[in-house]
């Protein structure tokens, strides 16, 4: 690895690069540490979907596979088995750079059931779980940024458990995601738990806003309209960004940073392009700034390490110019509000669907392996 690769130079710009995307495969062929090593990777994030794609075509799940079915695990126990070993390992691999960061690097993350996302009781309950099975110091509690989830990332952070908090897509939503970290360390702190060891992440989606608000300025079909294609998802982000950097400079943060706390940093997801017209590293060149994490698919990553072009700092003093291209989608009768709504919305609802397709394949699974 030499320091003039884009993956190097996006690291030396302050972006963490995480690796969307994590398999048993991967894990044992030595090809997670080959991205550390060669493209910069210090860190993974999984979901449902991840997970449902590597049960699918894994060959490595089938030893586990059949030691569960002969002990009579149902297909929840199984998967719950099977993804915690994987991020347990994941989290292994990683440790030297968690201890080489203070913590802020060298993650893994695993989600919540999709099912939970609008029980803040159950999403609690499960992400203490989680931590508890896994059982690495370093991996991150995924928590989807519903009405209920807000209350779970509160209690889950009070309760000392580092979060990844998942399916953010407004930037009003984001601020309540911001107040319920704060709020969480507050009572973490009041607790007498070292504030030093909590860290969190706030996973704000880009394209899938690019992907809905563009397939509503193509049914407008004006000049005007189309000339916005593929400006919403960088523009909603550098505000994020701004919006990070208001919030963590208030008193009532400033309070909590010094009493050893860290700040949530951004973490920018769904950075695959959609669209094969716009460039496909635009997700990662377009939004470099120092403390932000960028989760990219294997796809993403290679092309950035083959071609990206990383000029620096592309958020900081773009503010101005973001708003007035979110204000001119809102001027075409584009509604910011009810396109961030149907997105968590949908959000949900794919990971649901890709559970339940990781609990058929497992299903399947434990029965051939009777």
């Given at each position: 690895?030499?320091?003039?690769?884009?993956?190097?130079?996006?690291?030396?710009?302050?972006?963490?690069i995480?690796?969307?995307?994590?398999?048993?495969?991967?894990?044992t062929?030595?090809?997670?540490?080959?991205?550390?090593?060669?493209?910069?990777?210090v860190?993974?994030?999984?979901?449902?979907?991840?997970?449902?794609?590597?049960?699918?075509?894994?060959?490595s799940?089938?030893?586990?596979?059949?030691?569960?079915?002969?002990?009579?695990?149902?297909?929840?126990?199984a998967?719950?088995?099977?993804?915690?070993q994987d991020?347990?390992?994941?989290?292994?691999?990683?440790?030297?750079?968690?201890?080489?960061t203070?913590?802020?690097d060298?993650?893994?993350s695993?989600?919540?059931?999709?099912?939970?996302?609008?029980d803040?009781?159950?999403?609690?309950?499960?992400a203490k779980e989680?931590?508890?099975?896994?059982?690495?110091?370093n991996?991150?509690?995924?928590?989807?940024?519903?009405?209920?989830?807000l209350?779970a990332?509160?209690?889950?952070i009070?309760?000392?458990?580092?979060?990844?908090?998942?399916?953010?897509?407004?930037?009003?939503?984001?601020?309540?995601?911001?107040n319920?970290?704060?709020?969480?360390?507050e009572?973490?702190?009041?607790a007498?738990?070292?504030?030093?060891?909590?860290?969190s992440?706030?996973?704000?989606?880009?394209s899938?806003?690019?992907?809905e608000?563009?397939?509503?300025?193509?049914a407008?079909?004006?000049?005007?309209?189309?000339?916005?294609?593929s400006?919403?998802?960088?523009?909603?982000?550098?505000?994020?960004?701004?919006?990070?950097e208001?919030?963590?400079?208030?008193?009532?943060?400033?309070g909590?940073?010094?009493?050893?706390?860290?700040?949530?940093?951004?973490?920018w997801?769904?950075?695959g392009?959609?669209?094969?017209?716009?460039?496909?590293?635009?997700y990662?060149?377009?939004?470099?700034?120092?403390?932000?994490?960028?989760?990219?698919?294997?796809?993403t990553?290679?092309?950035?390490?083959?071609?990206?072009v990383?000029?620096?700092?592309?958020i900081?003093?773009?503010?101005a110019?973001?708003?007035k291209?979110?204000?001119a989608?809102?001027?075409q009768?584009?509604?910011?509000?009810?396109v961030t709504?149907?997105?968590?919305?949908?959000?949900?609802?794919?990971?649901?669907?890709?559970?339940?397709?990781?609990?058929?394949?497992v299903?399947?699974?434990?029965?051939?392996?009777?």
């Amino acid at each position: 690895m030499t320091d003039t690769t884009p993956t190097a130079q996006l690291s030396a710009a302050g972006v963490s690069i995480w690796l969307d995307d994590l398999s048993r495969e991967r894990i044992t062929s030595g090809g997670l540490e080959k991205l550390i090593a060669e493209k910069n990777v210090v860190g993974v994030t999984t979901n449902p979907s991840i997970f449902a794609a590597a049960l699918t075509n894994g060959e490595s799940y089938a030893a586990q596979v059949a030691e569960l079915a002969k002990a009579g695990k149902n297909v929840t126990e199984a998967v719950f088995e099977i993804t915690t070993q994987d991020v347990a390992n994941g989290c292994d691999i990683f440790r030297p750079i968690y201890d080489a960061t203070n913590g802020f690097d060298g993650r893994v993350s695993i989600e919540v059931e999709p099912g939970l996302a609008n029980d803040a009781a159950g999403t609690t309950k499960q992400a203490k779980e989680l931590f508890e099975k896994v059982a690495k110091e370093n991996v991150l509690i995924k928590i989807p940024a519903t009405i209920a989830g807000l209350e779970a990332i509160t209690e889950t952070i009070a309760a000392g458990i580092s979060v990844n908090v998942t399916l953010i897509f407004s930037l009003a939503r984001y601020r309540d995601v911001i107040n319920a970290y704060l709020s969480g360390l507050e009572r973490a702190k009041a607790a007498g738990i070292d504030l030093s060891k909590i860290h969190s992440v706030a996973s704000f989606f880009v394209s899938r806003v690019d992907t809905e608000i563009d397939k509503r300025l193509v049914a407008i079909g004006t000049d005007e309209a189309l000339a916005l294609k593929s400006k919403a998802g960088v523009a909603n982000a550098q505000l994020a960004y701004e919006v990070y950097e208001q919030a963590f400079s208030t008193e009532r943060a400033a309070g909590l940073l010094a009493a050893g706390a860290n700040k949530q940093r951004p973490l920018w997801a769904s950075t695959g392009v959609k669209d094969p017209a716009v460039p496909d590293t635009t997700y990662v060149t377009e939004l470099v700034a120092p403390e932000v994490v960028n989760t990219m698919p294997e796809k993403t990553l290679d092309a950035t390490f083959d071609h990206g072009v990383i000029t620096g700092d592309t958020i900081t003093g773009s503010y101005a110019a973001a708003n007035k291209v979110l204000d001119a989608i809102a001027a075409q009768g584009i509604s910011y509000a009810e396109v961030t709504e149907l997105l968590e919305t949908e959000g949900v609802d794919k990971f649901i669907v890709s559970w339940n397709e990781l609990l058929e394949t497992v299903t399947t699974a434990l029965e051939s392996s009777k």
